[in-house]
């Protein structure tokens, strides 16, 4: 496999204004996302822009920046133009889609969400960690995964992505993570698909690639990262990073 970390980002948020600008430590928040796929060790990192002040700010930092459409409907369209944009040629073949707002991730997730495109069968790979909280079971905003798992087995096949509390009855239910990993030809694919009924009925893109019967796997990890979303997850994450991560610091 040769893979390439491309990080959709645009600075038009509702709820936290300018977000991939917001400081972290001194730096900007989408370096700080930089930083961390760059730690992951896979390769090449690419910050897919909607804006210039967003490339300006990673290509200052040193990282790497292509501008795309500001109007794009998802971050499966942004980081798509970006691809063809700087990688016409097709080296890379395995494309993670890494969200703009994940300053605090674990690099260790962005490995996981790779390792299954080794089976040439999958299209593509996300992440989930098992819901602990009660009030998340029901809560809509908590994307459940429904998937294959085997005793034992650390990954299984998507079945359903819903807002809704299933599977029913006892069990664990699992708290899908947005993190993505592409065989390229399946994301190519995918871009080119309308939005499908289920994905536009419970707002959910991924269910566009389920109902086209590509192969999803879902690997099971042990927390959801940090999503900055709002003031009051900036001033978590900055207090995690500060106390987690020193060597992120300027």
């Known amino acids: ?28 928040m989408i370096v700080q996302v930089w930083r961390r ?3 992951a060790g896979l390769g090449r990192v690419v910050v897919a822009a909607g804006e210039k002040e967003i490339a300006d700010a990673v290509i200052a930092a040193g990282g790497e920046a292509v501008l795309t459409d500001p109007d794009h409907p998802s971050g499966s369209d942004r980081i798509f133009e970006a691809l063809t944009k700087i990688d016409p040629q097709g080296r890379h073949d395995v494309i993670v889609n890494m969200q703009g707002d994940l300053p605090t991730l674990d690099p260790a997730l962005l490995r996981a969400v790779c390792a299954p495109l080794a089976d040439k069968t999958i299209a593509m790979a996300t992440l989930a960690a098992e819901i602990t909280r009660a009030d998340e079971r029901t809560n809509p905003n908590v994307v459940k ?11 299984g096949r998507a079945l359903y992505f819903t807002r809704a509390t299933a599977p029913a009855n006892d069990g664990p239910l699992w708290h899908h993570i947005g993190l993505y990993a592409w065989a390229r030809e399946k994301l190519a694919r995918f871009v080119a698909l309308p939005p499908s009924p ?16 590509m192969r999803v796997e879902v690997v099971v990890v042990d927390t959801v990262p940090l999503g ?17 991560h020193p060597k992120a610091q300027p």
Do not use: C, H, Y
């Open 198 to 213: 289920l994905e536009k009925r419970e707002k959910l893109e991924q269910l566009r690639a389920l109902e086209d019967g």
């Open 228 to 244: 900055v979303d709002t003031p009051d997850d900036l001033a978590r994450a900055r207090a995690m990073l500060a106390s987690m």
């Open 37 to 39: 796929a760059m730690e």
């Open 145 to 155: 995964a429904v998937f294959a798992l085997a005793p034992g087995a650390k990954s």
């Open 1 to 28: 496999m040769n893979p390439i970390i491309l990080i959709p980002a645009r600075l038009a948020a509702t709820r936290l204004p300018r977000k991939p600008l917001a400081d972290i430590g001194g730096l900007p």
